[in-house]
């Protein structure tokens, strides 16, 4: 669940991956579902799309 208020939704990311690399590796193993959430804010809707192209970015390079 990445924040979707957050300027930089990538460094958001890289903070989730961060917290995830403390249980066991079985759970980094298994698939997952990233979601940008609050939406429902005027300013998050606007840039949505900028910021879902943003994380597809990311993961899709591999760069966190």
Do not use: S
Not at 17 to 44: G, Q, S
């Amino acid at each position: 669940l990445v924040d979707g208020t957050q300027t930089a939704v990538d460094d958001a990311y890289r903070r989730v991956d961060r917290e995830l690399a403390a249980y066991p590796a079985e759970l980094a193993a298994k698939p997952r579902v990233v979601v940008l959430n609050k939406v429902d804010v005027p300013e998050v809707r606007e840039a949505a799309a900028e910021k879902a192209w943003a994380l597809e970015l990311l993961l899709a390079h591999g760069r966190w």
